[in-house]
Nanobody, 118 residues
């Protein structure tokens, strides 16, 4: 069973930065998209950013220009650089590795808490 392990969450003041990392326990054949989602208390899980194996990226409007997603395919790792953090970015952040069709492979990490507060 593949495991995705996130790290890098924590408490940061507004305007600060954090870098999240997510590594898979082993290589997963055919992974096309790596991404990050988040879920705040009382809200649905939402896409933050994702990136295809070809390098195409997709960002939520709320984070575009502040967050940057990157990936290291050789190391089965995806990163999320978060700058200019706001209190509304507070959430549990989950990484996701999937094939082009989720029905063919869809893997999730356990989540890492990000809290933006003064």
């Amino acid at each position: 069973q593949v495991q995705l392990v996130e790290s890098g969450g924590g408490l940061v003041q507004p305007g600060g930065s954090l870098r999240l990392s997510c590594v898979a326990s082993r290589s997963i054949f055919g992974i096309n998209v790596m991404g990050w989602y988040r879920q705040a208390p009382g809200k649905q899980r939402e896409l933050v950013a994702d990136m295809t194996s070809g390098g195409s990226t997709n960002y939520a409007d709320s984070v575009r220009g502040r967050f940057t997603i990157s990936r290291d395919n050789a190391k089965n790792t995806v990163f999320l650089q978060m700058n200019s953090l706001k209190p509304e970015d507070t959430a549990v952040y989950y990484c996701n590795f999937r094939r082009s069709s989720r029905s063919l492979g869809d893997y999730w990490g356990q989540g890492t808490q990000v809290t933006v507060s003064s």
